[in-house]
C-alpha cells in the first residue's frame, strides 16, 4: 500500500483497538500522555534481524517526531534501512521513503542499488506486520513510533541475488571460438558492470527462473552463420551475432548487442573464426 493509505489505515486502527491513555509515566521532565496499546509490546525491543518460521522481521524506530503520521513513516524508513544493512550496506534511514504500487502490486524502494542497471532495488514482497505509537510531552508534544516489517525468506534469498550480481551464461554457436570470445566479453561486463558470472557454461536457456539458476542474471549469445563464398582462394562467411544480457529476476532483456560482420580467410573454416572474431570485437567494444 502507499505510505499515505499505510497511515490512515494505522490511525483507523489505532482509534478502534485502543486509543489507550497511558498512565502519567515519565522519564525525568518528559511525560507520556498517551499510546497505541497500554503497554509496549515485547517486539519494540527487538535489535537487528529476527530470523524465524521462514521468515525476518525488522523493527523500525523514530522519536521526536511532531505527527502521527511522520513518526509512522520515519519508523516505517527505518525499517527499511534495517534491511539494507542486514545485506552489509548502512543507510540513513530518511534518504528511502519510496513505496509504489504497479498494477496492485506493493515495492518499496531501500538503500542497495543494482550494480548492472544502475537502480534502487526493491522490496517486493512483505507485510507491516507490528506498529506501536506513543505521545510525549516534552518540549513540547512529539511522538515515538515503532514499526515491524517482515519479509519471507524468499524475498530475502531473492534481493542477495540481486545484490550479488552473480550470472549465468549459454552460447549457441557452432564455432569453438565463440565460447573463448564470450568469455573475454564476461571479464568486460564484470569489470563495467560488476556481474560475476559462473565459471561453467550453463546448459540452461535464457527465461530459466532465478530459483533454477540461483544468479540474477544470464548472457545469451547466438551465432548465425550466413553463406560462404569463395573468391580467388579466399573465403569470405557471413555471420551475425546477438547478444542478450537478461534479468532473471525480472524476466526481461536489459540490454542487447549485434554484430553482422564478414570474415576473411584462406579456409572456410578460418573464414568463421575470423567472422567471431570481428563480431565480437564489435560487441565488447560497444559496452559501456
Known amino acids: 500500500m502507499t505510505i499515505s493509505r499505510f497511515i490512515s489505515s494505522l ?4 482509534a478502534a483497538v485502543s486509543c489507550g491513555t497511558a498512565e502519567n509515566t515519565s522519564r525525568g521532565e518528559d ?5 497505541s496499546t497500554s503497554s509496549r509490546p515485547a517486539w519494540v525491543n527487538s535489535a537487528g534481524a529476527v530470523k524465524g518460521s521462514g521468515e525476518v522481521r525488522f523493527v523500525g524506530r523514530s522519536s521526536g517526531a511532531k505527527s502521527e503520521a511522520d513518526a509512522v513513516q520515519l519508523a516505517t524508513n527505518d525499517a527499511f534501512a534495517k534491511l539494507s544493512s542486514h545485506f552489509g550496506v548502512s543507510v540513513k534511514s530518511d534518504f528511502i521513503s519510496s513505496e509504489q504500487e504497479t498494477d496492485g502490486n506493493y515495492t518499496y524502494s531501500i538503500g542497495l542499488q543494482s550494480k548492472v542497471t544502475g537502480s534502487k532495488i526493491t522490496v517486493k514482497n512483505y507485510i507491516v506486520s507490528g506498529s506501536y505509537i506513543e505521545q510525549w510531552q516534552r518540549s513540547g508534544r512529539e511522538y515515538d513510533a515503532f514499526v515491524m ?3 519471507p525468506d524468499s524475498e530475502i534469498a531473492r534481493i542477495r541475488v540481486e545484490v ?3 550470472g549465468s551464461w549459454h552460447v549457441d554457436c557452432k564455432s569453438g571460438e565463440a565460447v573463448a ?4 566479453l564476461m571479464q568486460v561486463l ?3 558492470r560488476g556481474i560475476k558470472f559462473k565459471p561453467a557454461q550453463s546448459a540452461e536457456n535464457s527465461d530459466a527462473g532465478f530459483e533454477k539458476l540461483q544468479t540474477a542474471y544470464h548472457l545469451s549469445v547466438k551465432c548465425e552463420i550466413g553463406k560462404t563464398a569463395e573468391y580467388d582462394g579466399e573465403f569470405y562467411t557471413n555471420l ?5 544480457l537478461i534479468s532473471l529476476l525480472d524476466g526481461k532483456v536489459i540490454e542487447s548487442w549485434n554484430a553482422d560482420v564478414k570474415g576473411g580467410a584462406f579456409s572456410k573454416e578460418d573464414s568463421l573464426i575470423k567472422a567471431v572474431e570481428d563480431s565480437f570485437k564489435q560487441i565488447t567494444g560497444s559496452v559501456r
Open 11 to 14: 490511525m483507523v486502527l489505532i
Open 31 to 35: 511525560v507520556m500522555l498517551k499510546s
Open 149 to 151: 516489517i517482515t519479509v
Open 164 to 166: 550479488e550480481g552473480t
Open 181 to 184: 570470445k564470450t568469455k573475454e
Open 190 to 192: 564484470n569489470e563495467k
Open 240 to 244: 551475425r551475432t546477438t547478444v542478450e
